[in-house]
């Protein structure tokens, strides 16, 4: 069993820059692929990046060379650095972590990209 707990949310100007964290707990973490999704109001919830146990990174097109993701092992917890946010990167991120038929997902926090 994981859970998850995101931080790092809030409210930044287009073009700003935010660091999500997503902290977990329980065992085995490094076994752990972990990802980001997104969910915008009235719209279905998002891939947005994940980095599997090896270090293997994919990311939604939508967010290619402006997010960064990135764990710490001895830390449980994977990263979401977000750079040149656009309003279009509003919403409700959620982390989730992965080993083979078991997903655990956090609560989420919200970010919002507004002048």
């Known amino acids: 069993q994981v859970q998850l707990v995101e931080s790092g949310g809030g409210l930044v100007q287009p073009g700003g820059s935010l660091t999500l964290s997503c902290e977990a707990s329980?065992?085995?973490?490094?076994?752990?692929?972990m990802g980001w999704h997104r969910q915008s109001p009235g719209k279905e919830r998002e891939f947005v990046a994940r980095i599997n146990n090896r270090g293997i990174i994919n990311y939604v097109d939508s967010v290619k060379g402006r997010f960064t993701i990135s764990r710490d092992n001895t830390k449980k917890t994977v990263y979401l650095q977000m750079n040149s946010l656009k309003s279009d990167d509003t919403a409700v991120y959620y982390c989730d972590a992965a080993y083979f038929a078991s997903t655990y997902w956090g609560r989420g926090t919200q970010v919002t990209v507004s002048s």
């Open positions: 329980g065992r085995d973490f490094s076994l752990y692929a």
